[in-house]
């Protein structure tokens, strides 16, 4: 990895939770210089503008929480331990440096609706992505014999992406964690009345 491709990554890597946590417009140029401890010119030098730095920081983030729930998937686990994953992830959530400025799906969400068509873009894009994998989830468990086979699969994965989401919106503008808490705890139950066999 050469000079150019570090710096880019390092850039990345500092903004992320900035965005994440003041949001596209809330983040200013001398946040961006703040937290790197570079010069408008060096993020610049590597960026086009705010809003690359912004799609790059999202895909950052997003990553990094795809990969909290992939920790604690583990290749011999059944069907209904994977979706738990998701869940157990945003269950701790509050005490996790990363995930207690909020889920990235969520805040940039939010903010980018109609404002930043290429963030929306990015945030569709995750949400489908996320949808797919909940899919593959209940079809493996489907074949497994550990999913009933009438579940409409597709709703289950809205009502799961919904229901998550939701209750992380509501804590966070409200301060109270027992909104998503108790959406958790809802969803854990239809995993148990809507899937288990």
Known sequence: M?????????IIEKTAPVFNRKGYAGTSMSDLTE???????AIYGNFENKEEVALAAFDYNFDKMIAQVRRLQ???????GKLRAFIAV???SPADPFLSIGCPIANTGLEADDTQPALKQKVTGAINKW????????????????IREDVDVAEFASL?????????????????YSYLNRSLDHMEQLIEIKLRK
């Not at 050469?2 to 390092?10: I, L, N, P, V």
């Not at 937290?35 to 010119?41: A, E, I």
């Open 2 to 10: 050469g000079k150019a491709e570090r710096t880019r990554e390092y």
């Open 160 to 176: 799961m992406i919904a229901i998550i989401e939701g209750g992380i919106t509501v804590s966070k503008i409200s301060g109270d």
């Open 131 to 146: 949808h797919r994998s909940i899919s593959a989830i209940i079809h493996q468990g489907i074949r497994a014999g550990e």
């Open 35 to 41: 937290c790197t401890g570079l010069t408008k010119g």
């Open 90 to 92: 945003y269950r701790y």
């Open 74 to 80: 583990t290749p011999g686990q059944t069907a209904l």
